[in-house]
């Protein structure tokens, strides 16, 4: 007994908009550099989940502030968003020699990590 051309098309609609979920949530809050070289990161608009507040916050297209050059040869940065206003931040690592990316804190999601080095422009 085969499955009714109605039944399919019900089963491709459905996976469809499965697969465009999945496509929003993993296009949300991508990082990339800027166009010209500025020492920021952009961050693309997205949806955050927020479990305490409404639970589907829209966010903006938003670049960082500046990344500050190390002083030393390296340095771990952590690009943040924070989870109920979608704001982005970067939380700057110790300038060691012991690479340790700075500690996410609370109510803190990380998107991604920088390395800036002296060189970085």
């Given at each position: 007994?085969g499955v009714?051309?109605a039944?399919?098309?019900?089963?491709?609609?459905?996976?469809d908009?499965v697969?465009n979920?999945?496509?929003?949530?993993?296009?949300?809050?991508?990082?990339?550099e800027q166009k010209?070289?500025?020492m920021t990161?952009?961050?693309?608009?997205?949806?955050?989940?927020y479990?305490?507040?409404?639970?589907l916050t829209k966010?903006?297209?938003?670049s960082?502030s500046?990344?500050?050059k190390?002083?030393?040869p390296?340095?771990v940065?952590?690009?943040?968003?924070?989870?109920?206003t979608?704001?982005?931040?970067?939380?700057?690592?110790?300038e060691?020699?012991?690479?340790?990316?700075p500690?996410?804190?609370?109510?803190?999601l990380s998107?991604?990590q920088?390395y800036p080095?002296i060189?970085?422009?």
């Open positions: 007994m009714s051309t039944t399919k098309k019900v089963q491709l609609d459905m996976l908009e697969v979920v999945i496509q929003r949530i993993a296009r949300s809050s991508t990082p990339h010209k070289s500025d990161v952009r961050v693309d608009a997205g949806q955050l989940f479990s305490s507040g409404p639970p966010i903006a297209t938003q960082t500046i990344i500050v190390p002083t030393t390296l340095r940065d952590r690009i943040v968003i924070e989870d109920s979608g704001v982005v931040f970067i939380f700057a690592g110790a060691t020699a012991n690479l340790t990316p500690t996410i804190t609370t109510r803190k998107i991604t920088a080095t060189n970085t422009t």
